[in-house]
């Protein structure tokens, strides 16, 4: 991951640009976590886009922003375009690549192609912005399902603000939002506002997908996009949680550890040895199953162990980084903050995550509930689109404040496009041609004989409960002791925005306010009602949803035969 910080649609009557260019560097500063290894800028009369970057691909010439030197134009770019070199052979013009960066095409890709045009072309997880002084214009956008964050805002002059996080945006933008994943703007089309370039037919409303279950060709199209996304000139790391999800994507990646993915496999790979990573409490449900897969695909394996104070302790940082007070986030999202420093100390700047299987294929316990295959298929789709909120939000930040990059192999739209056009009665957890109820089947049949049965088909465990139960039960507990009953009686009239409605989320929003006293940004952060981190329609799905206000996987019980304490 990187860090980009810009300033657009500046009128030199209103605003000094000598004076903004200290502004943003000093903005800047406040993402550079996000891109320790060097620190780029360029700046006019018109705009000012500031680049914090994380070396991951061409190391040692890839710095931005990045600028075409016939058209003149200027880019800053937060992402990875695996697709790069197909996408470059297919260019019409001749260009003049100054690098091997996989982001300089987006430049060419601008001077042939309309931005929906080519923005669905590409393959990759990116936000960025794009300069045109001739055009005096400039295009925003970011990548379809929202992997890479982005916010825009503005300040009292009319300046045009976009950066990767909200923090460097609070205290100067009197208004902030989230930028839409899956959209672009245009600067000579402000009055058209966001645009959406990514419009599938699998999320079309009423859709009900047809697609028979192929396990096979589920089964290439995941090994495809893990290969792609291996793409990398630095070591490189995969987690394990212990689940089936991120199991399979270490396990995937290990069949491609000896071939260097940019030369096609022709050439050896710079780093064969792949080594993984697992965290939680000592003697966390997900410790012993994550050991057994590393064991299996041969993965050098690290077990990161934290205390319950350790995680205490980090609370407000994680908020400061995560920028949210949702409970399941923060949860979620401590224990990966911890390991990540344990990984970028390790001298390992990517990793591969397990994050979006459960959105694709109904993964949640309480899809257990669902009534039937169209239901199921209309919540997995809502899942997605609110995706940028939550999970992505976590491996992305959690990892961004350490400076390493978290890649999503399951949210490739190459894949997704697979997975989501599938008749939807086969991800039932509960199908009567089945002799057991459990969630994700087509992904676990797949992928039978990768990974070993006791985690291949091993039930669901939210990540923050697999971490160790002890981690949630201390949370609640740190938040009874802290939060008094008048504080919560009196919690609509101190936060009567998305005011809370336990304990521990006053706590969280607490923590949140301190960072970010700002209407703004308590606007930027989702809060809805959820069981097992349903989205509020779904709660219709059981009676017994309506009395909970609780996220955790434990708040669906007795799902299977051994079910949650």
């Given at each position: 991951m990187c860090g980009i910080l810009t300033i657009l649609g500046i009128d030199p009557a209103r605003s000094n640009p000598a004076e903004l260019r200290r502004q943003a560097l000093a903005m800047a500063r406040k993402i550079r976590h996000r891109g320790p290894d060097w620190s780029g800028i360029f700046a006019d009369d018109r705009a000012i886009l500031v680049h914090e970057r994380l070396s991951i691909v061409d190391v040692e010439h890839g710095a931005q922003p990045l600028i075409d030197t016939l058209q003149g134009t200027v880019l800053a770019v937060n992402g990875e375009i695996y697709n790069h070199r197909d996408l470059q052979e297919e260019l019409r013009e001749p260009h003049d690549f100054q690098t091997l960066s996989d982001c300089e095409v987006i430049l060419y890709l601008y001077d042939e192609h309309s931005p929906k045009d080519f923005l669905n072309r590409m393959n990759g997880i990116f936000a960025f912005v794009l300069y045109d002084p001739k055009r005096e214009t400039f295009l925003i956008?970011?990548?379809?399902?929202?992997?890479?964050?982005?916010?825009?805002?503005?300040?009292?002059?009319?300046?045009?603000?976009?950066?990767?996080?909200?923090?460097?945006?609070?205290?100067?933008?009197?208004?902030?939002?989230?930028?839409?994943?899956?959209?672009?703007?245009?600067?000579?089309?402000?009055?058209?506002?966001?645009?959406?370039?990514?419009?599938?037919?699998?999320?079309?409303?009423?859709?009900?997908?047809?697609?028979?279950?192929?396990?096979?060709?589920?089964?290439?199209?995941?090994?495809?996009?893990?290969?792609?996304?291996?793409?990398?000139?630095?070591?490189?790391?995969?987690?394990?949680?212990?689940?089936?999800?991120?199991?399979?994507?270490?396990?995937?990646?290990?069949?491609?550890?000896?071939?260097?993915v940019e030369a096609g496999g022709s050439a050896p790979a710079w780093w064969p040895r792949i080594h993984s990573f697992a965290v939680g409490l000592k003697g966390a449900p997900d410790l012993g199953p994550a050991r057994l897969v590393a064991d299996h695909i041969g993965a050098i394996h690290h077990e990161v162990h934290f205390t319950v104070q350790e995680g205490l302790d980090a609370l407000s940082d994680v908020i400061y980084h995560l920028e949210t007070f949702d409970i399941t986030t923060i949860r979620a999202s401590t224990p990966m903050y911890l390991m990540m420093r344990k990984i970028r100390a390790m001298g390992i700047k990517m990793v591969l995550s397990g994050e979006g299987a459960d959105e694709i294929f109904g993964g949640y316990l309480y899809f257990h509930k669902a009534p039937d295959g169209a239901e199921l298929h209309a919540e997995t789709v809502r899942k997605l689109q609110k995706l940028h909120l939550y999970d992505c939000?976590?491996?992305?930040?959690?990892?961004?404040?350490?400076?390493?990059?978290?890649?999503?192999?399951?949210?490739?739209?190459?894949?997704?496009?697979?997975?989501?056009?599938?008749?939807?009665?086969?991800?039932?957890?509960?199908?009567?041609?089945?002799?057991?109820?459990?969630?994700?089947?087509?992904?676990?049949?797949?992928?039978?004989?990768?990974?070993?049965?006791?985690?291949?088909?091993?039930?669901?465990?939210?990540?923050?409960?697999?971490?160790?139960?002890?981690?949630?039960?201390?949370?609640?507990?740190?938040?009874?002791?802290?939060?008094?009953?008048?504080?919560?009686?009196?919690?609509?009239?101190?936060?009567?925005?998305?005011?809370?409605?336990?304990?521990?989320?006053?706590?969280?929003?607490?923590?949140?306010?301190?960072?970010?006293?700002?209407?703004?940004?308590?606007?930027?952060?989702?809060?809805?009602?959820?069981?097992?981190?349903?989205?509020?329609?779904?709660?219709?799905?059981?009676?017994?949803?309506?009395?909970?206000?609780?996220?955790?996987?434990?708040?669906?019980?007795?799902?299977?035969?051994?079910?949650?304490?």
């Open positions: 956008a970011r990548d379809p399902i929202g992997v890479v964050p982005l916010y825009v805002g503005w300040d009292e002059a009319g300046n045009l603000y976009a950066a990767s996080e909200m923090k460097a945006l609070v205290g100067h933008c009197e208004r902030i939002r989230e930028f839409p994943p899956g959209h672009f703007f245009l600067g000579h089309q402000a009055d058209k506002g966001f645009q959406c370039y990514y419009e599938p037919d699998w999320a079309e409303p009423g859709q009900v997908p047809q697609e028979p279950y192929d396990p096979a060709a589920l089964r290439k199209a995941l090994e495809a996009a893990v290969r792609r996304q291996l793409m990398c000139d630095v070591p490189y790391g995969v987690l394990i949680s212990g689940g089936v999800d991120s199991s399979l994507i270490a396990a995937i990646a290990a069949q491609y550890r000896e071939g260097r939000a976590r491996a992305n930040k959690s990892s961004a404040a350490w400076g390493v990059e978290a890649r999503v192999p399951f949210l490739d739209r190459e894949f997704l496009d697979v997975a989501m056009r599938l008749d939807p009665s086969v991800k039932l957890p509960r199908n009567a041609a089945r002799p057991h109820p459990i969630e994700k089947f087509p992904l676990r049949k797949a992928f039978e004989g990768l990974i070993p049965d006791e985690v291949l088909w091993r039930q669901k465990e939210q990540f923050s409960d697999g971490v160790g139960y002890a981690w949630i039960d201390a949370l609640k507990a740190t938040a009874e002791r802290e939060i008094s009953d008048a504080m919560m009686q009196a919690a609509a009239v101190r936060f009567p925005v998305k005011t809370p409605e336990t304990k521990e989320a006053y706590l969280y929003r607490q923590f949140f306010e301190h960072h970010f006293p700002s209407a703004a940004a308590v606007e930027c952060v989702p809060h809805e009602r959820s069981v097992a981190c349903s989205t509020p329609i779904a709660l219709a799905w059981d009676a017994a949803f309506a009395a909970m206000a609780d996220p955790s996987g434990r708040a669906v019980r007795d799902v299977h035969q051994q079910g949650h304490r």
